[in-house]
Structure formats: C-alpha cells, structure tokens
C-alpha cells in the first residue's frame, strides 16, 4: 500500500461510509490499540491500559447543553472525539456491542456523520446511506490502496486506512490475535477462510459464521499484536 498522506477524510469517516458505525468504531479501536491505549481483556472484551497514550486524549464536553442540544463537533475534534469516548467506555472491559450502545459513543459517532453528510457523502438529513458521490469515492480509495499483503513496514496511519477500506480482511492480516481476542473478527473454519480468499473486499465487517478457528494470519509482520 502506497503512502495514505493526502487521503482526504479520516479512516472513521472512511469507515462509516463503507460499513456503517460499528465499522468507525472498529477503527476507533485499533487506533488506540496501535498506540498501546488499550488492549484485549477477556475473550470477546476490550479494555483501556492506564498510561500516557489515554491520558493524551482530549475529554469529551461536559453533559449539557452541548451534548443534548447537537451542538456540531468541530471537523478537527470527531475523530478525537470518537476515539476519547471509546477510550473511556472503555474503563470496564466491554465488547464492541456494548461501545456502540454508549451514549458517548453514539453521540460521538453521530458528529462524524453530521460531517459527513455537510460534506455531501451522505444523504441528508435523514442519513441513510452514502451518495453516489461517497460510493464512487469509495471503489477509487480501494483501487488506490488494495489490502495489504503483510503489516510489516507499515505505517499505523495506513493499517487504519486499510482497516476502513478492507474492515475483516485487514484485521486478519494487520493485528490478527489483537483482533480476534477482543471480539472484532470470529472464529473460522478452514473452509470458511477458503471462501475468505474469494470474497468481495467491500462491507467487509459483517461476520463469517465460521466454527473453528485455524490460525489468525496477519502477513509477514514480526511481533506481537
């Protein structure tokens, strides 16, 4: 994958149009993951790590007015902002069916949205899809970056784009154990991961219905995930 400087929208906004909220919040998470934020609890739970990486997030706005009201989130801040209420959901281990239920969470996801649909990506006001604009910008980003072989040598900007361009197919080659310990990618069978290999590359977060699990890829990348 080429260089994903110039890419214009964050991967939570590239996200959300390709797969929908639990895809933002997906990427949400690996951002704060690659940057050691937090990490698998038990199975199928994810669990925020006390440490610089969290304490660096910017606090949400205090409940009032601002959050009751739909005050806009500033473009710069929805990202930061989605990722910060992640983050502090994530205080007790949750899996990610219980973050997309948070009211942080969800009025977090909803600024990036809004965004999206000012920027002409999605159908306003009701928000219910992308435009034909945003799909066509989607199957370009996807030709321009194709999923990645390995994760080694990649920069995290670029795992995070992939994971919002290629969703279950990236987290297997990208942080393979990270993602199947917390819950983002099931079990699948050796037959399963055949049919994997021939599937489409878009909406690719909805689940396999696999059985057993054989091996969580990831590419030729060294270390843990």
Not at 134 to 155: I, N, Q
Not at 199 to 219: F, N
């Amino acid at each position: 994958m080429s260089g994903s400087t110039g890419v214009r929208g964050t991967p939570h906004e590239i996200a959300l149009l390709a797969d929908g909220p639990r895809a933002a919040v997906v990427v949400a998470v690996v951002a704060l993951h690659l940057r050691g934020a937090v990490e698998a609890g038990a199975p199928g739970t994810i669990r925020a790590v006390d440490g610089e990486a969290g304490r660096a997030l910017p606090p949400l706005p205090p409940p009032g007015p601002f959050l009751e009201q739909g005050e806009p989130v500033p473009a710069g801040m929805r990202a930061p902002y989605l990722e910060s209420a992640v983050y502090h959901c994530l205080e007790e281990p949750s899996g990610i069916r219980e973050l997309l239920r948070h009211p942080d969470v969800r009025w977090a996801v909803a600024g990036v949205r809004v965004g999206l649909a000012e920027a002409g990506m999605l159908r306003y006001p009701l928000l219910l899809g992308p435009t034909t604009a945003a799909r066509r910008r989607l199957r370009v980003l996807r030709t321009a970056f194709p999923l990645p072989a390995s994760r080694r040598g990649l920069p995290d900007d670029d795992k995070l784009l992939a994971v919002a361009l290629h969703g279950e197919a990236a987290l297997r080659v990208l942080v393979p154990r990270f993602a199947l310990r917390a819950g983002l990618t099931e079990r699948v069978s050796l037959r399963d991961k055949r049919l994997l290999r021939h599937s489409p590359r878009g909406s690719t977060y909805g689940g396999s219905g696999g059985h057993l699990y054989c091996g969580g890829g990831g590419g030729g990348g060294g270390g843990s995930d």
